[in-house]
Each structure stands twice: as structure tokens, then as C-alpha cells.
């Protein structure tokens, strides 16, 4: 139920996080996006640089816009025994498995980085993607954070050392498709909001589609043996829009002091764990 | 606000991260402290003066709404 309520002095929690991501070629410059009404010029070739913005598609409060976890069948994901059980392990603060604030151990609540796939499949704002000879960065709103994907021809390491984001390599299928394979994420990180995990075994494709001169297409595809008993995909397609060359892209910051606080004056009061 | 006998109560209310506020239309102008604002919030289930807000009315009625809508 709603409540109305008239206050004088607002004690306004501040809005942190408390509410609770082909081969060699040379550097392209960014372009600006067409006017509003105007149809959108065909895609460049081999060029996904710019800044991208999903909108509110990328947020995925339930988990991966393609497979939130709400309670349907047809978004049941193929767990193995172990999936299941790690799953039940994971305790999230959104979603029908939902714990109270103060009883979560979502690590991102705590402000451990997301890591890969998570960095797509949960919170992805505006996306800076630059195109270099050697690798391609693409860099997140989410927790300021930059990756690194490599396209010098380079295969993925056979037993890599666990990251948080991975270790990834890049190559173009087409002139408009640059597909990314990831490997060697650390296995504390979850796949989405919901606690969906993953093992060390995972592997990650993304797909990013460039559809014309203003639109990217993304889609990625959990494939891990450990937790899965066949690959699914998280997102399908989700399309984003190219922002003028001069967009100022804020900064979205997990405060490890401000959650602390959250705790104290919201989380735990809410959880019936005292002010602490 | 004041309870049903008048007495003050002080509520905490938290809203989204600073992106969602911007782009609802919030800055760090909107409020001052001695604001007087009507504020509708989902209370938490426990009945302690805490929630999440669903919209603020400012003194002179502009409305700022705090839900993203996904």
C-alpha cells in the first residue's frame, strides 16, 4: 500500500547505489547519430565504435531481459544438479527468490565488481566502445569499469588464471558482426541479478550487431557444461542507440560507505535487524 | 511528518541511483532542507517509518517521480 506523507526536511537517502558492463584494424573516429527524423545511414564496415546507449532495456532488475527470473516455466534455466544447488546457495535481493536487504549476499551488493557476464546482464548503461590495431575496450557506466578485448589474431589461454572479467578475444563473422568469446571468469562473481552462477568452465559469446549507422545489437550466450546442461541465451538482441560524439556518459559508483549507511538506516531496520 | 497524535516521526526513504534521478528530472537543487513536500513511498512490511519513494509534489506542485519504469 502507498503512503502519503508531508515532511519538512526530507531526509533523502542519497541516490548512490543504495536502492539498494575480426582481426587487426586501424582506429575508426566516432560519428555522430542521425537526426531524430532522419533514417538512419547504412552501418559502417567493421566498426562498432561509439557511445551506446541501451535506455532502461539494460537494467535487468530480474535477471537477463531474456530469462529474468520471475517464476515463468518457459524462463526456467536448464540447472545441473550442481547449478541447482549453488543457485539455492545465492541469495539475491530482487526477483521471486528475493531475501531481505539485510540478508542478501549478492557480492555486487558489497560492491565486489560484477565481472563477466554480469557486466551485460545487469546495470549496463551508456557503453563506450573503442576500436584500436591490437584490442578493443569497451567501457562501462556501471562501476567506471573498462575491459579489454583482444583481436590480434590471438587464441583464448588454454588454463587461464580466474579475473573478474575474464580474459577475451574478438573477431568480426561479418562486416557488421564482431563476436566476442570469454573465458576464465572468477567464480565468485554470479551471472545476473537473480544468483544464477557460474563455474570457472564458463564461457561467454557475445554477438554485437551493428543493424545500421545508430543501432547495436546485443546478444549473449551463457554456455557452462558445470552449471548448464545446454547453453541459453541471456539477452537477445538488445538494441542500443548511438549517442552524439560530444554525450557525457556519469558515473555510476558502488560506495562501500554509503551501503554501510543504507544499512544502518534503511537495510537492517527493514530486515528487523536492529540499527547496525 | 506528524503521526495521528501529532507527534513528529522522521522517515528514511531511499530512491534510485543517481543515473535513474537525472533522468527523472532530480538535482541537487531540488530539495533544501525545511522543504515542506508531500512524499508517496511503499512502506516497508515491517510498519517502520521506511520505504521507497514513488513520487515527491514539491511546494509548488512540480511533481518529480522517482520509478524507473523498465
Known amino acids: 500500500m502507498l503512503r502519503h506523507i508531508l515532511i519538512a526536511a ?3 537517502i542519497p541516490p548512490g ?3 539498494s558492463p575480426a582481426h587487426a584494424q586501424a582506429a575508426l573516429p566516432q560519428q555522430p547519430a542521425s537526426a531524430p527524423n532522419q533514417k538512419a545511414a547504412p552501418a559502417p564496415r567493421r566498426d562498432i565504435s561509439g557511445t551506446w546507449d541501451p535506455g532502461n532495456g539494460g537494467i535487468q532488475p530480474l535477471g537477463p531481459r531474456n530469462m529474468p527470473e520471475d517464476g515463468k516455466p518457459e524462463h526456467q534455466l536448464p540447472y545441473t544438479p550442481l547449478g ?3 543457485l539455492n546457495a545465492h541469495k539475491p535481493s530482487n526477483g521471486v527468490r528475493s531475501v531481505l536487504p539485510g540478508e542478501t549476499n549478492d557480492p555486487v551488493v558489497y560492491c565486489d565488481p560484477q565481472g563477466m557476464p554480469r557486466e551485460d546482464l545487469y546495470e549496463l ?5 573503442i576500436q584500436t590495431p591490437l584490442k578493443v575496450f569497451v567501457l562501462y557506466e556501471f562501476g567506471k569499469i573498462w575491459r579489454v578485448v583482444w583481436t590480434d589474431g590471438r587464441d583464448l589461454p588454454k588454463e587461464p588464471e580466474p579475473r573478474w572479467f575474464g580474459y577475451s578475444i574478438g573477431k568480426w563473422e561479418d562486416d557488421y558482426t564482431f563476436v566476442v568469446e570469454t573465458a576464465g571468469t572468477d567464480e565468485r562473481t554470479w551471472v545476473d541479478r537473480a544468483g544464477r552462477p557460474h563455474s570457472a568452465d564458463l564461457r561467454v559469446e557475445e554477438k554485437f550487431h551493428r543493424v545500421d549507422h545508430d543501432t547495436l545489437e546485443l546478444t549473449v550466450t551463457i554456455n557452462d557444461p558445470k552449471m ?3 547453453p541459453w541465451v541471456a539477452l537477445d538482441k538488445l538494441p542500443f542507440k548511438l549517442q552524439p560524439p560530444n554525450f557525457d556518459v556519469r558515473e555510476m559508483m558502488c560506495s562501500p560507505s554509503e551501503f554501510a549507511e543504507y544499512n544502518k538506516i534503511i537495510g537492517n531496520p527493514a530486515s528487523g535487524q536492529g540499527n547496525k | 511528518m506528524k503521526d495521528d497524535k501529532g507527534n513528529v516521526v522522521h522517515w528514511a526513504a531511499e530512491t534510485s541511483n543517481p543515473s535513474d534521478m537525472v533522468n527523472l528530472g532530480w538535482n ?4 533544501k532542507p525545511g522543504d515542506e513536500v508531500t ?3 511503499e512502506p516497508v512490511k515491517n510498519g517502520l517509518p521506511i520505504g521507497r519513494i514513488e513520487q515527491v509534489v514539491l511546494a509548488n506542485g512540480q511533481i ?3 520509478r524507473v519504469v523498465f
Not at chain 1, 125 to 129: A, H, S
Not at chain 2, 28 to 31: E, L, M, P
Open chain 1, 10 to 12: 526530507l531526509a533523502l
Open chain 1, 17 to 19: 547505489m543504495l536502492a
Open chain 1, 84 to 86: 541447482l544447488e549453488t
Open chain 1, 125 to 129: 548503461r551508456t557503453t563506450q566502445i
Open chain 1, 228 to 230: 548448464y546442461t545446454k
Open chain 2, 28 to 31: 541537487k537543487q531540488s530539495f
Open chain 2, 39 to 41: 512524499v508517496t513511498v
Open chain 2, 64 to 66: 518529480l517521480k522517482a
